[in-house]
């Protein structure tokens, strides 16, 4: 059965009020426990939904000056670390590109090419 998967609460409440073996047909089954979610078990679940009201308090008491201020601070520190790796980085394939040997293809200018191949 597909309701196993379900939270505890909710399978435990659908097999209780909605058994499948009450129906004839599977569909007749899903139909009834549309209704059953639908009627009971989705009210249940939004009575239990914090009031939005409470979401801007929530967020004042956690956002204070301090908080602010320390996380710009651990930013910033990120910002210089990040900042130092990547000059590191660039002055290590700076020198990478010094130290390998450079091949040049001596090839002729176009106009001597010509000249040469006639």
Same mark, same amino acid.
Request: zero cysteines.
């Given at each position: ?13 659908? @097999?209780?009020?909605?058994?499948e %073996?009450? +129906?004839?047909? *599977? ?7 549309? &209704? ?10 939004? @009575?239990?939904?914090?009031?939005? %009201?409470? +979401?801007?308090? *929530?967020?004042?008491?956690?956002l204070?000056?301090? &908080? ?19 000059k590191?980085l ?7 590109q ?21």
């Amino acid at each position: 059965m597909r309701i196993d998967f379900l939270p505890g609460e909710f399978r435990d409440h659908l @097999k209780e009020k909605v058994p499948e %073996d009450n +129906y004839e047909t *599977t569909s007749q089954w899903i139909v009834a426990l549309k &209704r059953e979610v639908d009627g009971v078990l989705l009210p249940m679940v939004r @009575k239990r939904q914090p009031k939005s %009201d409470y +979401y801007a308090e *929530t967020a004042a008491n956690f956002l204070t000056n301090e &908080r602010l201020m320390a996380d710009l601070d651990i930013e910033e520190r990120f910002d210089a670390g990040i900042d130092r790796a990547l000059k590191r980085l660039f002055s290590l394939k700076a020198a990478e590109q010094l130290d390998r040997p450079r091949v040049v293809e001596s090839k002729p200018p176009p106009r001597l090419q010509q000249t040469v191949s006639t």
